[in-house]
């Protein structure tokens, strides 16, 4: 309980720092509704995209070849974090943790060899993969 | 907890979790170079039943703890053989079903098989680290699976709304355990407080709020109907049976090992939780006129019924509210399941009978499976002579050793709400072929030998534990919570 005090009055002047950042920023949100002037016209209502003219619309499709990247990335990146934790540790383990790891890293082989299979490393877009298959045929 | 402390004894207790993973990983590279559905489900057919096989040796070893992780006792194993049997009744059943409506339905399998692996470490765990990855492996293989049908919009939306929520419970499930590990310097259920502080009790009710949701009690039951109406029928079965029951079991475990669910406001919080599931399933139920809807109303219910054992477990000693939970959960097992069942093998191909006016006239037109809905609706009411009798009448006596009046009143009233809702479908049933629009079998799937099979042993389990209970519950009582 007692720690609990000491750690409460500490925190004061963090809440006065929260509290000045509130008031500066209002404060700095304030003040063009009072000094800035009003104008409106056609130029001036556009989006300022540092000079240049936006142009089109925004809703753009994209192609959700991300996804696969980013499954990929996670697959590889965690079993990098988790190879260092062993790394650290790799004397202490001994062959356990080797036989561990081995059992780890060959189960998201496994998963590696699934998604391949699946064509998940073929990056050509749909009509990539048309447009190929086509010319295959003819020649 | 060094890796040497791994011998081949703990290797042999935890072999039924192996076997598991390996036939998942099998199951993954095989459809990875041969695509073929048959082939699929045999391969997990076989896993299931080689991890069932691997119970035995595991139960030689005894009650043995494994990492600090996991303990796998017979409580443990006891739940891990039953939830690969409602899994291997959910392969039957999603055969058929998958056939006629998936364009690659071997994934199914495989979701299946690492959710039951989340579900069999849940009901292991007695550390909050496997609790929360059990947890997390359950809950993300079943995301994909609500999600199956991918053409269907109501089934994207309930994956949706599955995981946005699921997620929000994990929250509160990490944030309350962080909690309790900053007062008790321990993750391990069993880690104890010098002194009961506003830290460690906000931190107990925020896990009660994230189990809470998995649960689908009272105030967190909002998901439930929409979820369960949106899963194709064999993933709303194995998403009230397995899932439920491996959050019940880890929730059982977690108020036996850790001295913080015995906390006094603890036990107000269940009870106020569970005392407002019963009454608000029950009432909602009333006005569903889609059987999946009312089961999923129906199931707020018996996940309030249920947690009267672990309410009164402070009180009548673990022993008996596993014994108490164990056989409730089986009972409720095998009924949802044999539901779920005769709704998949009634449905067409292109939408599932999930209206009750599908089942207006059933009993003219096919008494097979009129007759096992009715003994399934029965059960889910407890009437006496099926398995849900005997379960309710477990909790009843829990309950009452336990002397919780308040939540034993609104138990009975729940169970007589109950009675009008089952009884009105199965009414319907026996109303005569003009009136209604049943199906009927020309319209309804083709139902395979391995579909009937599955139907025939959950009828007539629910009928033998029903008039026979006294096998199963000498075999819980010898190896419940050793």
Not at chain 2, 223 to 248: E, I, N
Request: with cysteine.
């Amino acid at each position: 309980m007692n720690v609990d005090r000491v750690q409460v009055e500490s925190l004061v002047p963090l809440a006065i720092y929260f509290l000045l950042v509130l008031g500066v920023v209002g404060v700095m949100l304030a003040i063009p509704r009072f000094v800035a002037q009003r104008r409106r016209s056609q130029a001036r209502d556009e989006p300022f995209e540092s000079g240049i003219l936006s142009v089109g619309d925004t809703h753009l499709h994209l192609g959700v070849h991300f996804w696969p990247i980013a499954i990929f990335f996670v697959i590889f990146d965690l079993e990098a974090i988790f190879i260092f934790a062993w790394a650290v540790a790799v004397r202490e383990v001994g062959w356990p943790g080797y036989l561990e790891m081995l059992v780890f890293v060959s189960v998201l082989l496994a998963a590696l060899v699934y998604l391949w299979k699946l064509g998940a490393l073929d990056w050509r877009t749909r009509r990539q993969q048309l447009q190929d298959s086509l010319l295959s045929e003819r020649g | 907890m060094s890796a040497a402390a791994i011998g081949s004894a703990e290797l042999t207790a935890l072999l039924p979790i192996v076997t598991l993973g390996t036939t998942a990983v099998v199951v993954l590279l095989w459809i990875a170079f041969r695509r073929n559905h048959a082939e699929a489900v045999w391969l997990t057919l076989g896993g299931l039943s080689a991890t069932l096989l691997a119970l035995a040796p595991a139960a030689g070893t005894g009650p043995r703890d494994v990492t600090g992780l996991l303990r796998i006792d017979g409580y443990a194993l006891f739940f891990i053989a039953l939830f690969c049997l409602a899994a291997i009744i959910v392969v039957l059943l999603a055969r058929d079903y998958l056939r006629e409506r998936a364009e690659q339905p071997e994934e199914f399998y495989l979701l299946l098989l690492t959710s039951l692996l989340g579900a069999s470490v849940l009901a292991a765990s007695t550390h909050f680290a496997s609790f929360f990855l059990g947890l997390e492996t359950l809950s993300i293989s079943l995301f994909p699976l609500i999600a199956y049908a991918t053409r269907d919009a109501r089934a994207l939306e309930a994956a949706t709304k599955y995981l946005v929520l699921s997620g929000v419970a994990s929250g509160f499930l990490l944030f309350g355990m962080a909690l309790v590990y900053a007062e008790t310097g321990s993750l391990a259920f069993g880690g104890t407080a010098p002194a009961a502080t506003a830290v460690l009790q906000a931190g107990a009710v925020l896990i009660l709020v994230g189990v809470g949701f998995k649960l689908s009690f009272f105030p967190f039951h909002l998901w439930t109907a929409d979820v369960y109406q949106g899963a194709p029928a064999p993933v709303t079965a194995l998403l009230a049976t397995v899932s439920k029951g491996a959050v019940f079991a880890v929730l059982l475990r977690y108020g036996v090992d850790a001295p913080l669910a015995r906390l006094p406001m603890s036990e107000t919080v269940l009870g106020t939780l569970a005392g407002a599931s019963m009454l608000i399933g029950n009432l909602a139920a009333l006005a569903q006129h889609n059987l999946k809807r009312l089961l999923a109303y129906s199931s707020i219910a018996h996940m309030g019924y249920l947690l009267l054992a672990v309410i009164a477990m402070q009180r009548i000693g673990p022993a008996l509210a596993a014994e108490t939970l164990g056989f409730y959960l089986a009972a409720y097992t095998l009924t949802t399941l044999a539901a779920f069942g005769v709704m998949t093998a009634m449905s067409p191909a292109d939408r599932e009978a999930e209206e009750i006016g599908d089942y207006a006239g059933l009993f003219w037109t096919r008494p097979a499976i009129a007759l096992l809905l009715t003994l399934s609706l029965l059960s889910l009411a407890g009437i006496p002579l099926t398995a849900g009798f005997i379960g309710k009448f477990y909790l009843f006596i829990a309950a009452s050793h336990a002397a919780l009046w308040p939540l034993l009143g609104l138990f009975v009233v729940g169970s007589g709400l109950g009675l009008y809702y089952y009884l009105r479908v199965i009414f319907r049933m026996a109303a005569s072929v003009g009136e209604g629009t049943a199906p009927g079998p020309s319209g309804a799937l083709q139902v395979s030998l391995g579909t009937e099979a599955a139907l025939a042993f959950l009828g007539l389990s629910i009928a033998v534990l029903g008039l026979l209970p006294a096998s199963l519950i000498d075999f819980l009582a010898a190896e419940a919570l050793r």
